[in-house]
C-alpha cells in the first residue's frame, strides 16, 4: 500500500480574494490529478466561502480556525504557493516549526522569500 502525505496549502488570500481562491482551486485541483500520494488541504479556502473576508472579525475568525486545522491534523507537510508570503503565512510556517512540520516553498517567488 502506497504511503499518502497530507499536504496543507498554503497561499496569500487577502486583498483579490476572488482571484487567489481561483488559483488555490487551480492548485488543489492539480494535485489531486496529477499526484498520485498527495492529499491536498486547504481549510481557510472553505472558511473564505463561508466567511467574509473583507470583514476583519470574521477574516480573524477564519484564519484562527485554519490555523487551529494545521496543528490538530496530521499535516505530513507545509507548501507554499503565491507570490509572496503573507501574514497569515508567516503564523502557518511559525506553526508547522512548532510542530515539526516540513515547510516547502514551491513557487519560485517563496522560495526565494522563505528562509528556513
Not at 23 to 43: Q, S
Not at 76 to 105: C, N, Q, R, T
Request: include cysteine; aromatic fraction near 8%.
Amino acid at each position: 500500500m502506497k504511503q499518502i502525505k497530507i499536504v496543507y496549502i498554503a497561499h496569500p488570500v487577502g486583498g483579490d480574494v476572488q482571484n487567489n481562491l481561483k488559483k488555490i482551486a487551480k492548485i488543489t485541483r492539480e494535485i489531486c490529478l496529477k499526484t498520485d500520494g498527495i492529499i491536498p488541504v486547504a481549510p481557510y479556502f472553505l472558511f473564505c466561502n463561508a466567511l467574509d473576508d473583507n470583514n476583519e472579525n470574521e477574516r480573524e475568525i477564519g484564519m484562527k480556525l485554519s490555523q487551529d486545522y494545521l496543528f490538530r491534523i496530521d499535516v505530513d507537510e507545509l507548501w507554499l504557493y503565491g507570490d509572496k508570503i503573507s501574514a497569515g503565512m508567516k503564523k502557518e510556517i511559525e506553526l508547522a516549526h512548532i510542530f515539526d512540520i516540513k515547510v516547502v516553498p514551491m513557487t519560485l517567488e517563496t522560495q526565494k522569500i522563505y528562509k528556513k
